[in-house]
């Protein structure tokens, strides 16, 4: 019932502009991901596609786009209920991801379901639990997303867009080939993996260790072991001990290259946790004698950069799962379709973090009731409301993305 009132008020505000459902935009190709060294985004220009088979809902005057001022009256809008999976819900991480996208659900009159993303046949059958009450809207996921798991999407009928982590490259093709699959915004991994391994050569570490995720298990941990390992190619004064791949048990690489490297003095990750930190204080090495370096937030990382430990880090990925939600929400509410090629994930740049200076001003940001973008500014990467917007719109939301950025637009909100 609530979908089909949706629907004929739909139809009541767009039977004069029939005609112009059926047609369709050139939609502009992504580019690819740019070398560790450039900044994020891609190119060439390009403008959003409509689904044909998604009416179109007419759009409320927009005022004054170039300065941003666009009204969102809430109580106007169709209410979509929006399905979100991740994997950790009690980690740092998780909690920013909940906090942002209960905010934008606040202000576009939305529901949201958290749930346990999961993975392989957990992930398959966690997703059939949620879709079979019939009322999910769309998902969003901030851990990839595999075949199995579109295939019950497709079957229920729900559209789909991935935050962060991005589908492996083995199961592209697959995931892409369903046209519920709106394609995914990621964080530039490849430049992650990059900077890690770069920081702590110019922090002075020349035997240096490397812990990733299993390869092929996560697209981007995937991108952060290539964006590394280029790095080492690069420098004939480096040496790399050794390297390790295991589902997400980090901690457990620190006693064991202790004991076999003693010349060891830096350690990148793919991603840090809290258990890397308590296992280096278990070892004895958080003395500065190891310098350490990988993506994340997580408790402790404040001290640990404050002590001389880490070097190195990034974050921010809560703002990227705040650009999925529009690219669903455009779809959502007027069949829009910003990525024209699901296959190739829109870039952004992560929030880069070399000092404790630097992280203080992080924590400053992550610590502020303002999200990194407020309704306003995510409004104006709507159709609905933005019929102006394009893809490019989001490729320079995602370059511009820094620590100065946030602060900037925070201190005129």
Aim: glycine fraction near 10%.
């Amino acid at each position: 019932m609530k979908k089909l009132l949706a629907v004929l008020l739909t139809l009541c505000l767009v039977l004069p502009l029939a005609a112009c459902n059926g047609s369709t935009n050139t939609g502009g190709n992504q580019g690819q991901n740019p070398s560790p060294e450039q900044s994020t985004g891609q190119s060439p220009s390009s403008s959003p596609s409509q689904s044909p088979n998604t009416p179109v809902v007419s759009n409320p005057e927009v005022t004054d786009f170039e300065k941003g001022e666009i009204s969102i009256n809430k109580d106007e809008l169709p209410r979509f209920k929006i399905a979100f999976g991740y994997g950790d819900w009690e980690s740092v991480l998780g909690t920013q991801f909940m906090h942002a996208i209960e905010y934008l659900a606040d202000a576009f009159n939305c529901e949201s379901v958290f749930f346990n993303a999961g993975s392989g046949e957990e992930g398959v059958a966690n997703l059939e639990s949620l879709l079979a009450a019939g009322d999910i809207d769309g998902i969003i996921s901030a851990s990839g997303w595999d075949t199995g798991r579109m295939e019950v999407a497709n079957r229920y009928g729900v559209p789909i867009a991935t935050g962060c982590q991005f589908t492996s490259s083995r199961e592209i093709d697959s995931v892409a080939s369903y046209s519920g699959f709106l394609g995914g915004v990621t964080d530039d991994e490849v430049w992650a993996g990059y900077h890690a391994m770069k920081a702590l050569y110019e922090a002075g570490s020349r035997n240096v260790t490397w812990s990733g995720l299993t390869v092929g298990f996560s697209q981007g941990h995937d991108d952060r072991t290539s964006g590394a390992l280029q790095f080492v190619s690069e420098k004939s004064d480096l040496n790399l001990l050794t390297e390790s791949y295991t589902r997400g048990t980090w901690h457990e690489d620190v006693p064991s290259f202790a004991a076999a490297f003693p010349e060891m003095d830096g350690m990148a990750f793919t991603a840090l946790n809290v258990g890397v930190y308590n296992a280096m204080e278990i070892e004895g090495i958080a003395d500065g004698s190891v310098k350490i370096a990988g993506p994340d937030v997580a408790s402790g990382t404040g001290e640990y950069f404050e002590r001389g430990v880490q070097v190195w880090s990034c974050g921010g990925q809560y703002a990227t799962v705040m650009v999925a939600w529009a690219i669903l929400y455009n779809y959502l509410i007027d069949g829009t379709v910003i990525i024209s090629d699901p296959k190739v994930p829109l870039f952004r740049n992560y929030l880069e973090i070399s000092s404790f200076a630097e992280y203080q001003q992080y924590e400053k940001i992550i610590n502020s009731p303002n999200p990194a973008y407020n309704a306003e500014e995510i409004a104006q990467l709507i159709h609905y409301f933005n019929p102006d917007v394009t893809y490019d719109d989001y490729v320079e939301l995602g370059r511009s993305f820094s620590i100065e950025d946030i602060l900037a637009r925070q201190a005129s909100w």
